[in-house]
């Protein structure tokens, strides 16, 4: 029990970190997101609040917030983590060539970014519910 | 006085009968084609006829100064000189033409021996500072070949001087510091390429712009696009025509752009009036109307790009991106592209907007292209009913109601095949068009406003 409690606070933790790769500084159209040219800009976060998406969709924060303690602490740290600073401090003022390189390998971390941080967050959800699974069998048998 | 009253009265009724009559004999038209390069490739012919098929009128394609003029020619405004190479865009004309389809030719690319000094190494080929008067003498021989008066080759009228002059790939440097520079060094090619057009055939129409619909809100390889237009137009520029190239991302036709400066579908209004006022202040020459027009605009579809909208989105997004773009007097939108592109590098790098498949399979989007169809809401209760009808002629909006189609209004499409009737129905409600024995899509109304 205790190891997975251990494991899933260490996956936790790099859902923390996953997120700061995985924000990126433009949105692209679909299917075209190498195609630098063709990104725009995410206005600041302050600004456009109303249109910053959570890292997490619906049906992930449902089955998070029924997964206990590990499941809510995932939550609290996907949702509020670092991601939210990175939209803060990504003014672009760099010179052409840096921010063309810097865009295109933001936007190859964000793609791999994205799939680990689901990858993560399903083998957290996992843990827990086998947790819980795991403790009400030894509730019930004591 | 009563025959005075009767005259009066008939006048009346006339003038009357004619208010009524406009409606449907009014509509602006709207101009649809396909922005493909493929009309130049191996399979120009079979690609040409499905554009022609789809009822397209317009085809676009890019003519690169630097493949037709790899040497610096002896006579540059001479068609005939031997340093030049026509063949690809001789055979395009002539495929074009055969189908009854427009040309529009984008004249983009300096050869090395018309970049400008002091060339930065890593600058995109063909754009470092492109000599304004060598393009301008190439302006000139391109409109002398395809005069219609030139060894046999029919007339291309309408000429697009560069593309996307606002990104780092088509021009650099775009900055001078914090000072936008692309925009003066497009002016000089815009001004120069007009004069040349115009001196081999007055009558020939020349598009500028078609600037990619998103920059930076700072300093780097793109600059947004009213900023653009902007600095464009603080000093007198010359053309006939303006485009814009709206991409939107996954919301769809209908979502504006994230920043002011960035330019989207509903957006294109906002930037109409910058010109419009630009007109009336004397830059944007010469002093009269400009016609718009979109050479660019797509959502790659899923299959094939595993990123890209599922394919009746697809659809949906081309018949409103139509709608909306018409509804802020665009007069001409070309898809891009009519084919799929492979996905060489990958799916992300390259354009899956196509109304056909890689293999030459139609899409639903082709249906769309051939037949839109749109609903958007009026008001409560009321929605626009707007398409283009295959044909001029009697047009059936329909609503299904359990599972059977029922005629809820009767409009008639004009010559320009546009048709536009407000229908009363509720949000959810499914309708379609029918007209010439076919039918479009159906569009559920409210689903995307």
Not at chain 1, 107 to 117: I, P
Not at chain 2, 397 to 402: L, P, S
Request: aromatic share 8%.
């Amino acid at each position: 029990m205790r190891s997975v409690r251990g494991f899933t606070l260490g996956v936790a933790a790099l859902v923390a970190l996953v997120p700061s790769a995985h924000a990126s500084v433009c949105q692209a159209p679909p299917g075209r997101s190498a195609i630098v040219e063709y990104c725009e800009s995410v206005p600041s976060a302050k600004k456009t609040a109303h249109r910053t998406h959570s890292a997490v969709p619906p049906s992930t924060r449902r089955a998070l917030e029924h997964a206990g303690p590990a499941g809510a602490a995932v939550l609290t740290l996907a949702s509020n983590g670092p991601r939210a600073k990175r939209h803060v401090a990504r003014a672009p003022a760099s010179p052409p060539a840096a921010v063309s390189g810097l865009s295109s390998s933001l936007g190859r971390v964000g793609s791999v970014g994205s799939l680990l941080l689901w990858v993560l967050i399903a083998v957290a959800v996992v843990l827990a519910a086998a947790a819980l699974v795991l403790r009400r069998r030894r509730a019930s048998a004591g | 006085v009563t025959v005075r009253r009767t005259v009066l009265t008939v006048l009346a009724a006339a003038v009357a009968a004619l208010a009524f009559a406009r409606p449907a004999a009014a509509l602006a038209p709207l101009h649809v084609g396909y922005a493909d390069d493929l009309f130049l490739g191996a399979d120009a012919d079979a690609w040409l006829s499905r554009a022609h098929s789809d009822r397209a009128t317009v085809v676009r394609v890019i003519m690169n100064w630097a493949f037709v003029a790899p040497t610096r020619p002896a006579d540059p405004t001479n068609p005939a000189d031997p340093a030049y190479n026509w063949t690809t865009w001789d055979q395009f004309v002539v495929r074009a033409h055969q189908r009854g389809l427009t040309p529009l030719m984008v004249v983009i690319g300096a050869p090395p021996w018309a970049e400008g000094p002091h060339r930065d190494p890593s600058a995109a080929t063909g754009s470092w500072r492109p000599d304004a008067q060598a393009y301008g003498a190439f302006a000139t021989a391109a409109a002398r070949r395809y005069s219609g008066s030139f060894g046999g080759l029919p007339r291309v009228r309408y000429w697009q001087a560069w593309n996307e002059p606002n990104l780092a790939y088509a021009i650099t440097p775009q900055w001078n510091g914090a000072t936008p520079e692309s925009p003066e060094i497009y002016r000089a090619l815009v001004n120069a390429f007009y004069a040349g057009v115009k001196a081999a055939v007055p009558s020939d129409l020349v598009v500028a712009g078609a600037t990619a619909p998103y920059g930076c809100p700072g300093v780097c390889g793109a600059i947004q696009p009213m900023t653009f237009w902007r600095a464009l137009l603080s000093k007198p520029t010359y053309f006939d025509i303006w485009d814009h190239h709206p991409y939107g991302l996954a919301g769809g036709p209908a979502s504006h752009a994230l920043n002011a400066n960035d330019i989207t579908v509903p957006d294109m209004g906002k930037l109409g009036k910058l010109i419009a006022a630009a007109v009336r202040r004397g830059t944007a020459r010469p002093a009269h109307r400009k016609q718009a027009w979109v050479g660019e605009i797509s959502w790659d579809s899923s299959p094939p790009d595993p990123r890209g909208v599922p394919l009746a989105k697809q659809a949906r997004f081309l018949e409103g991106a139509l709608y909306l773009l018409w509804r802020q007097h665009v007069s001409t939108v070309a898809w891009f592209q009519i084919g799929d592109s492979p996905p060489n590098p990958s799916y992300a790098a390259t354009s899956q907007g196509g109304t056909y498949f890689v293999d030459g399979r139609a899409k639903p989007s082709d249906k769309a292209f051939r037949f839109p169809f749109t609903a958007y809401r009026k008001r409560a209760g009321v929605s626009a009913a707007w398409g283009m009808a295959p044909k001029a002629g009697t047009v059936l909006v329909q609503r299904r109601t359990r599972g059977r189609w029922r005629t809820i209004a009767r409009t008639r499409a004009g010559r320009s095949r546009v048709f536009l009737r407000s229908v009363r129905v509720r949000a959810g409600a499914v309708l379609r068009a029918r007209a010439a024995g076919r039918t479009s899509l159906t569009w559920r109304v409210g689903l995307d406003g």
